[in-house]
């Protein structure tokens, strides 16, 4: 399927969606993974440590390994918010001390010292991201401090994409204008939803206004890429009043939109028992909000990329899809695929080749293994041929809706549709209720199976179905 004919399709097929069974979205309204890596983040194990990340480092950048080859992503965790939204399932350290920035600071730079002292020097990283929390919890000059110093140590280069995620509650002109002269071209707000009684709800108070002004100055400074994160499911939320936040949205223009589903968990987020759970949206009523939301993006020229993330046409991540590069990791959909990422931070993740690496997520711990001169690893997990192969086909769901099994086999070796016989069995349904199509190379998803994306990709995911499964959110 061409993008240019993907747009009518896919309305038609929502449009079909309105005549959908109750029992039908239930069916695959089922809990599943994001994957935004594969194995799963709960597969993996505290026997991979400090010891185990550092000796992969050192063989991924070793006089000619393969990997010595492929670019560099870098993500930093800046963990720091003055006050917790109540929905919030990110690692954040909720602290009015601005002096813990600082603090901050100081171990950060040596774990970046460490790892870049493992790095080969020729390896240069085409993609650079600041995330949290609140990264602008920094002082400007705290910023320049933290590029310049990782800048120092590795090969950026000139058009690497440097994004940073922003609060435009407290982010100032002044940090702005800071980010774009080091580089930085694009931005990412935390935006939610406009509406009143939901922005009550959930303790984050940021009007329509507010976050417009904070475009407007971005593009007025040249940022190249604004990306605004929405999140369906939240309390008081209903079709009309989310479609109010819609229209907000498409007015302002942001180049890409990420449109999340919330998860109630909190038994992994206690502060979240501070939002009346009565008030969420379930089942039918949280499926018509996102399908509006679909909806008024494609009506509204965007490109739905999977999952949950739409761009505009001429958008990077578009052309990736379009080119076959588009990529997922732990930030989501990407367009540099081939990267190894390395994370830094408390609770950052590093994602090799053949690898996966968490670091500690309680600041205390983070802090005892750097000053141990360690790596502040927590767990990770080392891939198996098996799980790489699997990767590979989950990927190719999600990003490119799409499988080839016959180029699966030429990069792995293996015969894959033998393979995922017992996967493609249980397809089958799937196929008959017009999720996706079996074709002679492997199988296409339709406009309404790339909503489904998940479920299609579970049946490939050998982890999936052990005893010890966590709880995962729901696919819609």
């Not at 003055?82 to 603090?103: L, M, S, Y």
């Not at 992994?268 to 499926?287: N, R, Y």
């Amino acid at each position: 399927m061409t993008m240019g004919s993907t747009k009518q399709q896919i309305l038609q097929s929502y449009q079909d969606l309105a005549g959908l069974s109750e029992a039908l979205l239930q069916k695959y309204n089922t809990a599943g993974p994001r994957y935004t890596s594969y194995p799963t983040a709960p597969s993996w194990t505290d026997e991979f440590d400090a010891t185990t990340y550092e000796q992969a480092l050192k063989a991924t950048n070793a006089p000619g390994a393969v990997e010595q080859n492929l670019p560099l992503s870098l993500y930093v965790h800046l963990p720091f918010c003055e006050h917790r939204c109540h929905f919030c399932g990110c690692n954040v350290v909720i602290t009015p001390h601005r002096e813990q920035a600082e603090k901050y600071l100081s171990y950060l730079f040596q774990e970046i010292d460490r790892v870049a002292e493992l790095t080969a020097d020729s390896r240069e990283v085409v993609q650079f991201h600041w995330g949290g929390g609140t990264p602008t919890y920094l002082s400007p000059k705290q910023i320049e401090r933290l590029f310049l110093y990782q800048q120092e140590r590795f090969n950026l280069r000139p058009d690497a994409e440097i994004a940073i995620e922003v609060d435009p509650r407290v982010t100032t002109k002044e940090q702005l204008t800071v980010l774009r002269e080091l580089g930085f071209n694009r931005i990412s707000m935390g935006v939610q939803d406009f509406h009143a009684e939901t922005q009550q709800a959930i303790n984050r108070i940021q009007p329509v206004g507010m976050t417009e002004a904070m475009v407007n100055y971005c593009r007025e400074l040249g940022f190249s890429g604004i990306n605004f994160d929405l999140i369906y499911g939240l309390p008081h939320q209903t079709e009309e009043t989310f479609g109010q936040t819609l229209d907000e949205v498409i007015r302002i223009q942001p180049d890409r939109v990420a449109l999340y589903n919330f998860a109630y968990v909190p038994w992994i987020s206690p502060h979240q028992k501070k939002m009346d759970e009565a008030t969420l949206p379930e089942g039918s009523v949280k499926f018509r909000i996102f399908r509006r939301a679909i909806e008024r993006f494609l009506d509204a020229g965007y490109v739905y990329i999977g999952m949950d993330h739409f761009a505009k046409p001429t958008d990077e991540l578009t052309r990736a899809q379009q080119e076959g590069s588009l990529h997922r990791n732990f930030m989501g959909y990407t367009t540099k695929a081939g990267c190894e990422l390395y994370g830094f931070g408390v609770s950052a993740i590093s994602g090799l080749e053949s690898y996966y690496a968490q670091n500690h997520k309680k600041l205390s711990t983070y802090y005892e293994a750097v000053e141990a001169a360690q790596l502040p690893t927590m767990r990770g997990f080392a891939l198996s041929h098996d799980d790489r192969l699997r990767r590979a086909v989950i990927n190719s769901i999600l990003c490119q809706g799409q499988v080839d099994f016959e180029a699966i086999d030429l990069s792995f070796g293996v015969a894959c549709r033998h393979l995922f016989a017992d996967a493609l069995e249980t397809l089958t349904p799937m196929v008959g209720d017009g999720l996706l199509v079996i074709n002679e190379t492997g199988f296409q998803l339709t406009p309404l199976g790339r909503i489904f994306s998940r479920n299609i990709a579970m049946p490939f995911d050998a982890y999936f179905n052990q005893p010890s499964k966590p709880l995962f959110s729901k696919t819609l």
